[in-house]
């Protein structure tokens, strides 16, 4: 059996999640429920792009915002698997040289926080209000 140890961090990690919602926390910080439209970072929540509009006409506006961030990894949340829409996409990003992961909400709660614990940065584009529905 193989044991890794968490990195403790300021960094906020995914405690769990489910339909609509995750919960988060850092080290120095109580537990909190994500329930909206938002953009997860390891050093905080931000306000959302419109995620419903990520396509190959996406916004110099909203493309240099997810760049802000210095992000190693950008991923999106998205349950309808890999369509021709989010391949343009990710080749969308791929043009501002953006890394663009598209992964349904476990997959990409489980690979933020490995991400995490290999000293990377990841952020996490999150339309949970899609996923609830």
């Known amino acids: 059996m193989k044991i890794s ?7 906020l990690v995914i ?3 489910g339909d609509g919602f995750l919960l988060i926390q850092s080290s120095n910080q109580p537990q909190q429920q994500i329930t909206h ?3 997860l970072t390891p ?3 931000f306000d959302a792009l419109d995620l419903n509009r990520f396509d190959e006409n996406i916004s110099d506006t909203q493309i240099k915002k997810i760049k802000s961030f210095q992000a190693d990894v950008v ?6 698997g ?3 829409h989010s391949i343009k996409i990710t080749h969308t990003f791929a043009q501002y040289g953006i890394s663009l992961e598209i992964m349904s909400l476990g997959a990409a709660c489980r690979t ?4 995490l614990n290999e000293g990377r940065k990841p952020i996490l584009l999150l339309d949970l209000e899609s996923e609830c529905g």
């Open 5 to 11: 140890q968490e990195a403790v961090t300021d960094a």
């Open 15 to 17: 405690k769990s999640y």
């Open 37 to 39: 439209n938002c953009i």
């Open 43 to 45: 050093e905080g929540i």
């Open 75 to 80: 991923i999106l949340v998205k349950d309808d």
């Open 82 to 84: 890999l369509t021709s």
């Open 112 to 115: 933020y926080n490995l991400l």
